[in-house]
């Protein structure tokens, strides 16, 4: 069955960088195009950004710029590189397949200090 692992997360200070992790197994990785989500506080699950499997990445405005995904279909693996962090980027992040109804792994958490 599907399942996704998120890892990476951590308290740091506005301006700061993190990299989140996601390992996917249950499916052919390579095939698929992968999304990171958030959900901060009080909030509703938002969308941060998606990369095709050929690589093209999109992104939610607010992130635009300052967050990058890649991915490693060898280690079936997407990546959330986060810089210049700020307060309002606090938030639990996912990983999931878009369009999929995969069960939700149990996020990081990524708290960003002013």
């Known amino acids: 069955q599907v399942q996704l692992a998120e890892s990476g997360g951590g308290l740091v200070q506005a301006g700061e960088s993190l990299r989140l992790s996601c390992a996917a197994s249950?499916?052919?990785?390579?095939?698929?195009?992968m999304a990171w989500y958030r959900q901060a506080p009080g909030k509703e699950r938002d969308l941060v950004g998606r990369?095709?499997?050929?690589?093209?990445?999109y992104y939610t405005e607010s992130v635009k710029g300052r967050f990058t995904i890649s991915r490693d279909n060898t280690k079936n693996t997407v990546y959330l590189q986060m810089n210049s962090l700020k307060p309002e980027d606090t938030a639990v992040y996912y990983c999931?397949?878009?369009?999929?109804?995969?069960?939700w792994g149990q996020g990081t958490q990524v708290t960003v200090s002013s």
């Open positions: 249950g499916f052919t990785f390579s095939s698929h195009d």
């Open positions: 999931r397949r878009p369009f999929y109804n995969d069960p």
């Open positions: 990369i095709t499997r050929d690589g093209a990445a």
